[in-house]
């Protein structure tokens, strides 16, 4: 088990009592002022403003708080990204699971107004992809009671079918953006209105409405496409967040059905859970887990075959 022991301000230590607040446990330790447990760790707080974080995800954890303070505000300025410095309400839609064998692809759309952009200061809100997993999982319900959002999972099962039926993954990305960002629209009645909208740019804009040529409703007023936009867009980076707690959700779901511990990414490590797959439960259940015209199908196969 490892721990991580910091030394923090009186600021951070209250933000971190409110933060851990619904998992507070009890401790009869006399020097300990606070403790809490998470899936991954333990965190108590003692007098001396001395914290200690115990766990698996020990270092993880701490390194929320380890570097607070200055970063917090630099991220704001960051993430109110608004090109003149001052925020403006907006939607922003991020996808997850792209690059993964394994498990669904998501795609998120949320709108930030500036009521919720003032609840999100305390979470340290960046792109899911610089945030831990045992983050994610617990800000991320915290977050879906505080701006509208639409979100949407593309099971694997679906994703193969659209695959072998000539849809590339630009094209399902595109048709699920453009679905939930449209989604949202309906749910904050902005149909008409829109406010300005922005797609984390995977495709140039002429390739993405060429994608959603057969599309009957497409969102196009007031929608930009930008590259790294999670890390200028608040929006964007709240639609990462909630996309890849989906993700992660349904990466459980799947870890419980199939009785194994389906690992993330696409690399070696993924072959080799793909070949036990195959072994235990047929290849004919691998359409339902993964991205079968990933190259890890084949590898895995001739692993098996060898
Ligand atoms: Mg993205």
């Known amino acids: 088990m490892s721990s991580v022991t ?42 001396s403003k001395k914290v200690l974080f115990q766990g698996k995800e020990a270092e993880k954890e701490s390194k ?9 505000e630099k991220r704001k ?6 090109p003149h410095g001052s925020f403006f309400a907006h939607i922003g839609s991020d996808e997850v699971g792209t690059g993964d064998y394994f498990g669904p692809m998501t795609v998120c759309a949320t709108y930030i107004d500036e009521k919720a952009q003032q609840a999100l200061t ?5 792109d899911s992809k610089a945030m ?19 979100l949407l999972i593309l099971p694997n099962e679906k994703y193969n079918h659209l695959q072998k039926n000539g849809y590339n993954q630009g094209k399902m990305k595109a048709y699920l953006h453009n679905q939930a960002i449209l989604h949202l629209y309906k749910k904050i009645h902005a149909k008409k209105n829109p406010p300005k909208t922005i797609i984390d740019q995977f495709a140039k804009p002429s390739t993405y409405y060429q994608y959603l040529a057969d599309a009957p409703y497409i969102a196009k007023t007031n929608v930009f496409f930008e590259t790294k936009a999670e890390n200028k867009y608040l929006a964007v980076a709240c639609g990462s967040i909630l996309a890849r707690y989906a993700f992660l959700q349904k990466m459980k779901q799947m870890n419980e059905k199939w009785g194994m511990d389906f690992p993330k990414g696409a690399s070696h490590t993924v072959d080799q859970a793909a070949t036990k797959f195959i072994q235990t439960h047929g290849i004919e259940n691998l359409p339902l887990v993964a991205k079968i015209h990933f190259a890890n199908t084949e590898k895995a196969k001739k692993h098996l075959f060898n």
């Open 6 to 47: 910091l030394q923090l301000s009186e600021e951070i230590l209250d933000k971190m009592k409110q933060f851990y607040q619904a998992e507070q446990i009890k401790n009869k330790n006399p020097h300990a002022c606070f403790t809490a447990k998470t899936a991954g760790c333990t965190i108590t707080i003692y007098t």
């Open 64 to 72: 929320i708080w380890a570097t607070s303070g200055k970063t917090t």
């Open 77 to 82: 300025i960051e993430l109110s990204m608004q």
């Open 122 to 126: 305390d979470f340290k809100i960046q």
């Open 132 to 150: 831990t997993d045992s983050y994610i999982c617990h800000i991320a319900p915290k977050m879906q009671k505080l701006f509208p959002f639409s």
